[in-house]
Structures are given as structure tokens and as C-alpha cells.
């Protein structure tokens, strides 16, 4: 029975998660994307998001908190420097993940969990929506219907 077992273990010691998850977790902050599991990916959004999160507030405190969880200077760097820029404005939700189909090998469900700033194929999409949005013009979404009249008038 599984009770009140709140995250996933994948399988691996305490000690090798943690290890595991700060490695993936340094990666997405230095690459801004990567490529694994869906189980790996939705364990390191629990774990990176509290760190991200953190990453608003530039002290001494919260830089040793979050060297104290990834243990990479260079990504602590990279996050303290450019992430936090980038989502002072943002309330939460710093990650995505994009299910790309099953692996070749062993059948297991592949994604890319990504920083949600940083695709750039997504913001430009969105750019051109707020475009659209703001020329005020109407919105029409449904075509008008015909009258059945005029249905029977071209039979």
C-alpha cells in the first residue's frame, strides 16, 4: 500500500535521488531545456521550483539555500543573474513539459521540460495573439447560419 507516500522515489536510494535531481536540475537552469523522463520530469518540477522561486529574493541567505540543493556554483550564478530577471513578475509555474512520444528502447514516456521564459517559439506566438487582441476589432468565431429557406431554394 502506498499511504501518505507523497512523491515519487524512481526507484533509487534517498542519496542517489537527491544527487540525481540536483544534477537535472543545474542542467535545466544552465541549458533551459533537457530532455528525459516524464516521472524524472514531474519529480525535478517539484524540486526546482521552490529553488527558482527563491531565486526572486538576491541575499546571502537565499544563495546558500539554493548552493545548499544544486551544488553547482555556475548554475547558482546563472540563476541568481539571469532567471531572476526574467520571472520577477511571474507567481509560479517557472517550468513546462512537452511529452514527445515513447523511447525507442524501452517503451518509456520521453518529454523536455523546459524554463517557461525561455522558448522562444512560444512568447512569439503569444506576442502576435496580444496583437490581435488589441486592434479591436470583433472577434467573430462562428459563421452566421442559413435560413432554411434558402437551403431549399438552391435544391
Known amino acids: 500500500m502506498r499511504h501518505r507516500k507523497k512523491f515519487n522515489h524512481l526507484g533509487r536510494t534517498p542519496a542517489h535521488r537527491k544527487a540525481m535531481l540536483s544534477n ?9 531545456k533537457i530532455k528525459t523522463t516524464v516521472a524524472k520530469a514531474k519529480a525535478l518540477r517539484i524540486f526546482v521550483e521552490p529553488i527558482i522561486n527563491r531565486s ?19 548554475a547558482v550564478t546563472e540563476l541568481f543573474r539571469e532567471i531572476s530577471i526574467k520571472i520577477e513578475n511571474r507567481p509560479g509555474g517557472y517550468t513546462r513539459i512537452l511529452k514527445t ?22 512568447l512569439v506566438v503569444r506576442e502576435d495573439k496580444k496583437e490581435v487582441e488589441t486592434t479591436g476589432k470583433p472577434k467573430r468565431r462562428r459563421r452566421s447560419k442559413k435560413k432554411k429557406s434558402e437551403i431549399t431554394e438552391k435544391e
Do not use: P
Open 56 to 74: 526572486k529574493n538576491d541575499s546571502t541567505h537565499s544563495r546558500r539555500m539554493v548552493f545548499r540543493r544544486l551544488q553547482d556554483k555556475y
Open 101 to 122: 512520444g515513447n523511447r525507442l528502447g524501452d517503451n518509456a514516456s520521453m518529454c523536455i521540460i523546459e524554463l517557461v521564459d525561455y522558448n522562444e517559439n512560444m
Open 24 to 32: 537535472m536540475a543545474s542542467s535545466l537552469i544552465l541549458h533551459k
